[in-house]
C-alpha cells in the first residue's frame, strides 16, 4: 500500500512539475502591452475597442482586445510579440502593426506621406553590439502649411542619414542580453533652420534602445529644410528603427 501511495504522489509531483514548464514557456511567447490612442489634434480617443489577432487563452474563439479608458489608455494582455491592432476611430477603420514594442503611443492623423519606400535590413550575430536594423523614414505632418513645394533633406540625402544612423548606432547590451527586438518609433522635428528638434519616443522597446535612438538624433546634423513658396518651413518626422537579433 506504501508503494502505491509513493508511486502516485510521485505521479502527481511529475504532473504538477510538467503543468508549470509548459505555463513558462507559453509566457515566454506572449507579452503584455500598454498605450494610448490619441487623435491628430491631441484629443484623447475613449470607449474604442483595439483587437489583435492573438487568440485570447481562456476563451479560444475570441481574439485579445481591450477598450481604452476616457484617456485613451489600453492593456492588451498576453498578444503575440509582432501583432496586428485593428480599431475604428474618427469615422475610420485603423490597423497597426507592433514589432515587439511594450510601450505604444498610437496618433491617428489625417494622412501620411512616405518619402522612403523602401526600408533597408541589415543582420547580424546574437552577440553582435551592432545594431542591426530596418529603417524608415516617413513624413508626419508638415506644421504650419498645407503642401510644400520641396521636402527637407539631410546633406547628402537620405542615403547619407541612414550611414549616420548606421555608423553611430549600437545595438545595447542590456538588450541582447535579454533578447530584446522590436520597433523604436521616434518623432522630431526639422526647424527652417535644419535644425533636428524634440526627437520623442512614440513606441518604446526600453533595456536601452530607446536612449541610444534619441542619443543620436541629438548630435543629427543641420538638415536642408523644407521649403513652401520659396521659404523654409517646420516639418514634423517619424522615423522607425527596428532592432532585430540574428542567430
Known sequence: MKIILLLLLNFVIWNHVSAQQKIVKLKLDTI???????????????????ETKSQHNQYLQLKVGATTDSLGN????????????????????????????????ITIWPSVENFNKEGVVVSASRTSKKKPTEFKLTS????????????????????????????????PLNAINHNIEGTVTVEFTIAKDGTLLFPKIINGLGYGCDETVLEILKHSRKWIPGMKNGRPIITSYQTDVVFKLVD
Open 32 to 50: 503584455n502591452v500598454s498605450g494610448r490612442l490619441i487623435a491628430g489634434d491631441g484629443g484623447k480617443l475613449a470607449n474604442v475597442y483595439i
Open 74 to 105: 489600453f492593456k492588451l494582455v498576453g498578444i503575440k510579440p509582432t501583432d496586428t491592432l485593428t480599431f475604428f476611430a474618427l469615422n475610420n477603420e485603423h490597423v497597426f502593426v507592433n514589432h515587439g514594442s511594450r510601450f505604444l503611443n
Open 140 to 171: 508626419l505632418d508638415n506644421i504650419g502649411c498645407c503642401n510644400i513645394s520641396k521636402n527637407p533633406e539631410y546633406p547628402g540625402g537620405e542615403k547619407k542619414f541612414k550611414e549616420y544612423i548606421y555608423q553611430n548606432l549600437k545595438y
